[in-house]
Every structure is written in structure tokens, then in C-alpha cells.
């Protein structure tokens, strides 16, 4: 496929399985959102994704092309992007400057150019100069989120973009996530412990425990499984 396929992917921290057989597909111009309770094999699945652990067996590949054993650095040069939890960005850089930098390993007729940016997080460029430790906890979000797309990625790996945002801002943040998705055609992951507003815009769903798949499905087919929600997602 064209998307992201991920195939029997198995990942060990010494004699403990954090990740056993994970299969799943995630397709462009749709988000496809990882699920489950603390300690599932979300942020490892992401982490294995871009080489950052090493998979014990399995396969990741994108465009036909197998990443599984490549380095992050070359992961990165394949078009995959990866934003860890936390909004890790410079708080002694300006705005501007962080975007920049997400950019600056691409030749500059490669980069996406700080205006587009600026086109697709409007909130961003009324703060153009603003050193980053002076925003919000969205706007810094929306920063993380920017930079990444500075290289031109055609993978996103998002991981728990929400966490400690306020209930609004965490529906503007989706809602615009799932724009940006449409418009650039990326092929999305989102891994998120706020179930019910990655279901909202993911078009499929990946349900983990454990370390393994309960379902890979369509989003409104889990979205409608009652007992699966109850179970897994706590809602």
C-alpha cells in the first residue's frame, strides 16, 4: 500500500514483551489512532516505527519500502516525522526560530515555508516573535506539531498531543489535526489515552493491551463496540 503498514511487529525491554505480533495499516489522507490504557505498547509501537527500539521481529514499511532495520536518521529521510509526548520544544527560541529549525537537515527548496506554516496554525503566526516558553500549552502543541512539518513529512507520528490540555483546546487541536491531515494527504498515527477525541477524526483504530491487538478497525466500528470501550478505553 501507500500508507504505513506495519507487520508482526515484536519488541522486547529484556524478558519483558512490550509489543507482540502488532499488525496494522494506516492509510494517507486518514488518521489512524492507537488506543489503550497505560502500559499497552503505545509509545514503544511508535518508537520501534522510527528505530528509536529495535523490533525483535516484524516488519515496518512505507511506499513498499522496509524501515524496519534503517537508522532513525535515514526513518527521518524516508518522509517519517515523529512528534514524542511532551511538546518538546526550544522555550529559549522564538517561534519562527523552532520552525526553522524542524527544517533545517532539508535543502531549503525541500523545506515547507514558514508562511504555509503560518497559513495552517493562523494562532502561530500572531506570535511569530514570541519566545516559545511564553505560549500555551495548545500553542505549544500546535509549535511541536509545526515544526515537524517543516521537512515535509508524509508520516506523522503523533504521541498523546492532548495530555494536560483543557477540554476545548484539546477539540480545536483535533479538529484541526484532522484538516491538516485532508489538505497535505499525510499519513497520520495518533496515539492517544484521550479515546474518545481520537476517535472523533481517526478513520481507523488500532486497539492494543498488553502489547498486542485487540482490534484493527474502522473508527466508528469501535467507536460503536460498547463493551470494547468499556473494556479498553474506559468509556
Not at 522564538?94 to 495552517?120: K, M
Not at 508524509?154 to 491531515?181: C, F, K
Not at 499519513?187 to 481520537?198: D, G, I, K, P, W
Request: a positive charge; one cysteine or more.
Amino acid at each position: 500500500m501507500d500508507g504505513l503498514a506495519v507487520s508482526e511487529l515484536s519488541v522486547d525491554y529484556g524478558h519483558v514483551a512490550a509489543l507482540s505480533g502488532v499488525s496494522f495499516e494506516a492509510g494517507p489522507g486518514e488518521i489512524t489512532a492507537v488506543l489503550g490504557a497505560n502500559g499497552a505498547g503505545k509509545t514503544t509501537l511508535l518508537r520501534a516505527i522510527t528505530g528509536l527500539v529495535r523490533a525483535r521481529a516484524g516488519t515496518v514499511c512505507f511506499g513498499g519500502r522496509d524501515l524496519t532495520r534503517l537508522r532513525v536518521e535515514d526513518v527521518v529521510r524516508c518522509g517519517v516525522a515523529h512528534v514524542p509526548e511532551g511538546r518538546g520544544v526550544i522555550e529559549e527560541l522564538t517561534v519562527d526560530e523552532n520552525l526553522r529549525l524542524g527544517g533545517l537537515w532539508r535543502q531549503r527548496r525541500s523545506r515547507l515555508p514558514v508562511d504555509h506554516v503560518f497559513e495552517l496554525f493562523p494562532v502561530l503566526a500572531a506570535r511569530r516573535q514570541r519566545h516559545a516558553s511564553t505560549l500555551s500549552g495548545g500553542e505549544r502543541q500546535a509549535l511541536a506539531v509545526a515544526r515537524a512539518l517543516m521537512a515535509r513529512p508524509r508520516v506523522l507520528l503523533l504521541d498523546e498531543p492532548s495530555l494536560g490540555l483543557a477540554p476545548i483546546v484539546t477539540a480545536q487541536l483535533m479538529a484541526r489535526l484532522a484538516s491538516l491531515t485532508a489538505e497535505e494527504g499525510l499519513t497520520v498515527v495518533l496515539v492517544e489515552q484521550n479515546a474518545r477525541s481520537a476517535l472523533s477524526v481517526a478513520a481507523r483504530a488500532v486497539v492494543l493491551n498488553l502489547g498486542r491487538v485487540v482490534t484493527a478497525e474502522r473508527a466508528a466500528v469501535v467507536a460503536a463496540d460498547a463493551q470494547l470501550r468499556h473494556h479498553y478505553l474506559g468509556f
